[in-house]
């Protein structure tokens, strides 16, 4: 019985908590200069509507310079569920994290404190439009940011997970 309810625990927790991983381009406008990335990687998770958007390993590139930032993250904001998207805003100072990419030696983002962002983000499972502001003293950030998510093999029901109901979507499928 011990082991059925630890079992059941568990698939309780995968079913309320679930990631997205979007692949990302970046717009990054700073006082008006525009540099562009690709292969950004941001992550939304649900944890029964609320939602956490970490975006990773940030980086600003500015001419041939690279400035290794660091992770932005909000965590436990509402999402707004409406015309088949989610939204969510949050405008709140955040402390940005080091960044794992091991190709640079220190992150500057833990080194400015607290930051100010205002994020507007809508997605969907399959892609995602974020923009976050950040205005600095004199500086002016401005990371528009369009990303999709890859399909799974077996994601029946494009959740973006394989999981039990991609089988159900298969049985009622054959029902029909």
Known sequence: MKKFSLVM???CCSMALSATTYNCHL???VNGTVTEQNQVLVEVTNNNGAYDLDLKNF???ADDAQIPVGNITVNGVEGVD???YTTITYNEPVTITEGNDTQYDYWLGPMLGEVPIELTARFVNSAL???IGIEMGDMSIS???FGVAPVLKGDVNNDQEVNISDVNEVV???IK
């Open 59 to 61: 980086v600003l590139i």
């Open 27 to 29: 717009k990054v406008i």
């Open 143 to 145: 990371v528009e940011i």
């Open 9 to 11: 625990a568990a698939v």
């Open 129 to 131: 439009s974020a923009n």
């Open 82 to 84: 409406e015309f088949g």
């Open 172 to 174: 009622d499928i054959m």
